[in-house]
């Protein structure tokens, strides 16, 4: 089997192959949201996967005026990083036990997924102010604002409420 090999030859070929790869995780996290959202037992953490659902939807549509405003279609590129990022949430969906200390590993599983789509959203503005396309820039840093803020709301909830319950049960 032979590996296809990427090939960059200046910053928008692989700005681009980023915004796709960005753009397939998003969608997929509109599928996942849902049943994070429901596999929580904590309203507050019910209502936070649902909100962050809210948000995805909008990065979805971010990412595609973005291809718009490129005069392209909106194209995914399969994610394998997000890819493997849900399997590991879909594993705490499915977990079993004290419901709050499930509560506190679909946190961590979303969190990384949080982590993940920091660092790629910090990275293709980085890009896009490289390329003089601030219009770009400025919908990426919304996105990455709102990714953050996620993050921290994900934080607070395990560290003031989910994470002392459960250690709680030893």
């Known amino acids: 089997m032979q590996l296809i090999k990427a090939e960059f030859?200046?910053?928008?070929?692989?700005f681009w192959d980023q915004i796709k790869d960005i753009y397939d995780a998003e969608k997929r996290l509109t599928d996942a949201l849902p049943k994070m959202a429901d596999a929580a037992n904590d309203p507050t953490l019910k209502s936070a996967f649902r909100e962050h659902l809210e948000q995805t939807r909008h990065h979805v549509e971010r990412l595609e005026q973005i291809f718009r405003g490129a005069g392209k279609e909106p194209e995914r590129e399969t994610c394998d990083g997000?890819?493997?990022?849900?399997?590991?949430?879909?594993?705490?969906?499915?977990?079993?036990?004290?419901?709050?200390?499930?509560?506190?590993?679909l946190i961590a599983a979303a969190q990384r997924v949080e982590?993940?789509?920091?660092?790629?959203?910090?990275?293709?503005r980085t890009y896009a102010e490289s390329?003089?396309?601030?219009?770009?820039?400025?919908?990426?840093?919304?996105?990455?604002?709102?990714?953050?803020?996620?993050?921290?709301?994900?934080?607070?909830?395990?560290?003031?409420?989910?994470?002392?319950?459960?250690?709680?049960?030893?």
Not at 9 to 14: D, I, Q, T
Not at 82 to 92: A, F, P, R
Not at 149 to 165: H, T, V
């Open 82 to 105: 997000i890819k493997g990022l849900l399997k590991e949430g879909d594993e705490m969906i499915e977990a079993r036990g004290d419901k709050t200390t499930v509560d506190a590993g």
């Open 9 to 14: 030859n200046n910053l928008e070929e692989l």
């Open 115 to 124: 982590h993940y789509e920091i660092a790629v959203y910090g990275t293709v």
């Open 131 to 170: 390329l003089g396309r601030n219009d770009f820039a400025d919908l990426l840093q919304r996105t990455l604002d709102e990714e953050g803020a996620a993050d921290k709301k994900l934080s607070q909830i395990a560290e003031r409420k989910l994470n002392p319950a459960a250690a709680a049960r030893h």
